[in-house]
């Protein structure tokens, strides 16, 4: 595993290298007070979610793809990059895939076990539910599981989004042709099946998501990129604003949105993870109102290809970055 580590390392290198002579855009400089940070705790060697905490600033959740020690979350200072209390979730089955956290305006975290390395051939995936702690330390805390399913069939999945205005709860799956956003019930049920349903076409190979602290622009990642949207309302497939200014890094897997509103953080997997600062275009200090977006972009709600509007160059690049992750998870699961 450490070898095809290293290759990947290399590979993400190379790829970073040539996107450089096909001209792709430099990331906007991070503000002082939005300093990235490394995930220092030896165990987080796969952080493939991030979600600034409401009630603790400062500090970020986070959570590996699958861990030995149970349904875990880890408490990470994003000015030191230590851990600073583990939960335990109780109340849940035993994690298959976890690829997402958000926290909802409600004080719980929205916790998305979700992946589905095979393709999409899981009949279910489940969200677990649990009130942000109070005090960071590290604890035992009960969840609520929700099963869930897609309109249209099963699907491979990374990026789960709770709304900050309405609290209703948000799908976008990892595919690169047809890859859509889906929206939950408006109310999730515990004992019964919540069908997630489609608002619409991303084009996207999204590894995350998030909602600016206003509700008013949706930031959805790739490894190679990422796009903004504008928010249009419940029921409707947000606006296509423009690309996101996402850092090359490893294995891009994760996003969320500082407090303020002013700067996106891009985590990445792998140990000693980076989480990067990308200062959002045109926020002036409260909510953000640019997306982080490197300006504008024409078409419709969808995106066009993969991470939205790469040169030829960059995409067979990805590609091949993408095979070399999924040989990565198919290793990792043996």
């Given at each position: ?5 290293t ?16 001209g792709?855009?430099a ?12 995930m220092?705790?030896?165990?987080i ?12 600033p400062?500090?970020?959740w986070?959570h ?14 994003g ?7 583990t939960?335990?979730m109780t109340?849940v089955?035993?994690p ?9 305006s ?36 009960r969840?609520?599981?929700y ?8 699907r491979d ?6 709304h ?9 799956d ?16 515990a ?18 998501g ?18 903004s949207?504008?928010?249009k ?9 423009g ?9 891009g ?25 990308v ?28 991470d ?5 160059g960059?995409?067979?690049?990805a ?5 070399f ?5 198919v290793?990792?699961?043996?």
């Amino acid at each position: 595993m450490r070898s095809l580590r290293t290759s990947m390392g290399a590979m993400a290198a190379a790829a970073a290298g040539c996107l450089v002579l096909l001209g792709a855009a430099a990331p906007a400089a991070a503000d002082d007070s939005h300093d990235g940070f490394t995930m220092k705790d030896p165990r987080i060697i796969e952080s493939s979610g991030l979600a600034a905490s409401r009630a603790h600033p400062g500090v970020y959740w986070t959570h590996n793809d699958q861990d030995k020690g149970g349904a875990l979350l880890y408490a990470v200072d994003g000015k030191t990059g230590e851990t600073v209390a583990t939960i335990t979730m109780t109340g849940v089955g035993k994690p298959r895939d976890v690829e997402a956290v958000s926290v909802g305006s409600d004080g719980n975290l929205y916790v998305g076990d979700i992946g589905d390395n095979l393709g999409g051939t899981w009949s279910h995936v489940w969200i677990y539910k649990l009130p942000e702690p109070k005090q960071l330390r590290d604890q035992t805390v009960r969840a609520t599981q929700y099963t869930v399913k897609y309109e249209d069939g099963a699907r491979d999945a990374e990026a789960l989004m709770v709304h900050p205005k309405t609290g209703r709860i948000y799908i976008a799956d990892k595919k690169e042709e047809g890859g859509a956003l889906y929206e939950g019930p408006a109310q999730m049920s515990a004992s019964g099946v919540n069908v997630f349903k489609r608002l619409g076409k991303t084009g996207l190979w999204t590894t995350d998501g998030a909602f600016s602290p206003d509700g008013k622009q949706l930031a959805l990642r790739g490894y190679l990129g990422g796009v903004s949207y504008a928010w249009k309302g419940e029921g409707k497939m947000p606006a296509r604003e423009g690309r996101l200014s996402v850092p090359l890094q490893g294995q891009g897997e994760s996003v969320s949105y500082t407090l303020d509103g002013t700067t996106l953080m891009y985590g990445t997997e792998g140990e000693q993870g980076e989480v990067e600062p990308v200062e959002v275009e045109g926020a002036g200090g409260t909510a953000g109102s640019g997306g982080g977006s490197s300006g504008p972009d024409a078409g419709d709600g969808g995106g066009a290809g993969l991470d939205g509007d790469f040169k030829v160059g960059a995409l067979a690049l990805a590609v091949v970055v993408a095979a070399f992750l999924g040989l990565k998870r198919v290793l990792r699961r043996r």
